[in-house]
């Protein structure tokens, strides 16, 4: 008996660990085939320009700065130079739009490694190329989030400095708004006087200036504020004036500058995704080498790594995708602009050239594409060096095209097969979770059928590793998926073979009606993933199956889902906070400590909790010393003194998370939270305390599949009824003001996770009203049904936001089932722990010692 039961934990343990392996290899997987690293190490750098028309160039990056702002109301310097003197346009960022990818698209010539998600937040976690290590030399100065991105590890030509991290506190009533810019002026100025002279002479020189007061201001003030509009021209009449000491200092004409911004901002403060005023930011050029006659040329974020490597000379970054926009060099140099084209033409054949070694494309011949720009670049070569004309310059601007379009083409060869393979792993898994929760174990198992099955899947694993070798490619992501596909097939099939279906009824009258409503919920799961104003239908949906589950339905349900069904039709909480929304929730939950609360001792402390909180909300307390987090903290032990029978605890659960979700909440977050958490304790009305036997291993019934599409509709709601991924995605510091103003990505970023998790711990302690491990089990076969067909509408084309939602849907479907199972562990001492029971257990001790 002993031995049995070890068998089946044992079973059961491996089932998960191969289960939580399934969902990490698929969310991973379908990044990679999107958006696999476009860093390729060891290509060969272009050569050297030949008489490049600067020496030097000073890149000025105004972090936060939005065109529409900039536009609307020019700073003087920079204005004046737009229209008599320089060259500018709009500069398209892409998602995210974020300093560090927004920096690297500058400067590297590349968009965010998507390993970066993985790895890292405020370092690009793969060493790349950069303008700054094809320089002869290079000065930066600037955030302690961006400098030293570029200057790690031993690189002797570049020098950088940054100011304390302390310093980027979004509390700009302390006063010093302009002391990140006037620090990094100032840096400059004294490099000017003292170390100036020694590379008078010397070419391929970058000075760098990172100016992070407008992101900063703009994320306390928002970015229509005076503050903001003052911050953008004091940056102005300092790059008015370090212009004019530099053409002072070397006095030969050949310094160029450049102004840009590396993303824009919403009209509340915040970016990160895709919307114009995020990804639209100006350019300005001037100085040596510029096209002086107010052009107004559009270019991609990008294509400014090229123009600055072309400008000074240098060979261009190795993994640069930008195309050199030749409209901002002087077209007097005709010959020059079609060299620096040709270098980029050059440069990203390169990129072709490797991209297809490495999809293992015919690896002993080269692609018709890859033939053909080998062709233009000898014959464009040879050309230019007998005569120059414009037709020139119109065949590299064609051929440049075919090469961009032959390096996505082969970084997207191998997509299709990708897919296909993990489709086929991810089909297996849900076949084999399947029989684990609606399987029984046959009496007779045919051992020679099991045996021949294992041979077969053996001989194809050993076929798929000899046609690799054989090919000789040595990438090994294709044969890798291919062998997961293979063992994942394998174990569904033999579960298929040893195991026969069996879901029981217990209410036959009532089958079809059961069905027909799961069904039913998985369509408004789907459609309200992209419309999340669909889920009201579901929340409606959900009162005619508790009707069915429940024989005496309380009114309070119905009223509360009617109620819920309001909040997916809102407008998406914005960050700026609408305080009249949130202190009617406050009233609302002391009217609930009032009535609800019989204990007096109790009650006090409850209202003066939430008073307080109340208090540090209007700004008449200031809690980020020690008062937030003291309410944030002590929430657990506030909880514990709840009674443990079920619908006392979870009143308990809601009155002790409202007060820090008020903290960092925005609009009608905690009057959702409320609603919501009413609604779900009509769910455990029939549960005194708990005490079901989990643990028996049953058959699935229908009114478990039921339940678990309900609950998990529940689950999105609670990402969708007050807003989406896209809305949390984008940064504000709105959200945490309360708790900590000085930038800290970590700190953030748990505190806007545990804002989140807050309606799903509620719905992880009400859960308990499950019964059975199987309806669990059907949560996450629901939630993986609806991941496979929103697998392939994750897609590298088309417009970043759009991109950037079908990630946010792939990645909440397969994440939100092992999310509950995970809350349900870590809700269980949230509904059960009371300082009774460690008395008790003490007692008992003792008089065991006695």
Known sequence: ???????????????????????????????????????????????????????????????????????????????????????????????????????????????????????????????????????????????????????????????????????????????????????????????????????????????????????????????????????????????????QMTENTFQDNGTTYIFTADHGMTDWGSHGSGSTDETETPLIAWGAGINAFNSYQNVEQVDITPLISSLIGAPIPINNEGVLPWQYINPSNLNYINRALLNNLKQLTYQVKANRMLNCKDNEFADWREVELENKIFSIDRYLEIRDSNETLTDLVDTIKLAKNALLYFRQYQRIRFLVYLSIMWFGWITLLFFKI?????????????????????????????????????????????????????????????????????????????????????????????????????????????????????????????????????????????????????????????????????????????????????????????ISWAILLTTPLCICTYPTQLIERIQGVMLGLICPLILLSASYEPLFFIIFTLHLSCWSSDSSSIGNDQSIKSLLTIEELLKAAIFMLYTLLCFFGTGNMASISSFDPSWTRHFVTVFSPFIMFSLILMKICIPLIMVGCTSYTFGSSNSFLAVVLLGDCLALPLMYCVTPQGSWLDIGSAISRFTITISLPCLLLLLYCLSYPLITVHPNKFKFYTSLQKKHIV
């Not at 419309?531 to 069915?548: D, E, N, P």
């Not at 819920?564 to 002391?590: D, T």
């Open 1 to 243: 008996m002993c031995n049995k039961k070890y068998n089946i934990k044992n079973s059961n343990s491996l089932f998960v660990i191969w289960g939580l392996t399934m969902h990490l290899i698929i969310l991973w997987g379908i990044l990679d085939v999107n958006f696999h690293s476009p860093i390729t190490q060891g290509l060969p750098n272009v050569p050297i320009l030949k008489n490049a028309p600067a020496k030097r160039l000073v890149l000025f990056i105004a972090d936060g700065l939005r065109f529409r702002t900039f536009i609307e109301e020019p700073p003087k310097f920079l204005k004046q130079v737009m229209v008599n003197k320089g060259a500018w346009g709009i500069s398209h960022t892409r998602m995210p739009t974020e300093s560090r990818p927004g920096v690297v698209a500058i400067c590297a010539g590349l968009y965010e490694d998507p390993s970066a998600i993985f790895k890292g937040w405020k370092e690009n976690p793969v060493d790349f190329d950069s303008v700054f290590n094809q320089s002869h030399f290079t000065w930066a100065w600037g955030s302690p989030d961006i400098i030293p991105m570029f200057t790690k590890g031993k690189k002797n030509n570049i020098h950088g400095d940054s100011y304390s991290p302390e310093w980027q506190d979004f509390d700009i009533m302390q006063g010093q708004i302009w002391r990140l810019d006037s620090w990094v002026f100032d840096k400059y100025i004294n490099w000017l006087h003292e170390e100036a002279h020694k590379v008078k002479n010397t070419e391929r020189i970058i000075l760098f200036l990172h100016l992070l007061g407008c992101d900063t201001i703009g994320h306390a003030s928002k970015p229509y504020s005076r503050e903001y509009v003052e911050n953008m021209n004091y940056v102005d009449r300092k790059i008015e004036e370090v212009v």
């Open 438 to 626: 609606a399987g029984a174990k046959k009496s007779v198992i045919n051992s020679i059928t099991l045996l021949i099955t294992d041979i077969v899947f053996a001989v194809l694993l050993f076929i798929i590793l000899i046609t690799h070798k054989v090919s000789g490619c040595v990438n090994w992501r294709l044969p890798w998926y291919a062998f997961l596909a293979l063992i994942s097939v394998w174990l569904a099939v033999r579960n298929a073979m040893t195991h026969s279906i069996k879901i029981e009824v217990h209410n036959n009258k009532r089958y079809w009606s059961m069905g027909i409503e799961i069904i039913l919920l998985l369509a408004t799961m789907f459609v309200g993933l992209t419309y999340r104003s669909i889920l009201s239908v579901g929340i409606l949906c959900i009162g005619f199956s508790h009707k069915i589950l429940v024989k005496n339905q309380q009114k309070l349900f119905l009223w509360t889902a009617l109620c819920l069904a309001i909040f997916p039709v809102l407008p998406v909480v914005e960050p700026y906070p609408r305080v009249y929304i949130v202190l009617l929730s406050i009233c609302i939950a002391a009217a609930i400590i009032v009535v609800k609360i019989k204990s007096k001792h109790k009650k006090t402390i409850e209202l003066l909790r939430l008073t307080i909180t109340g208090l540090i909300y209007l700004e008449f307390i200031d809690g980020r010393n020690w």
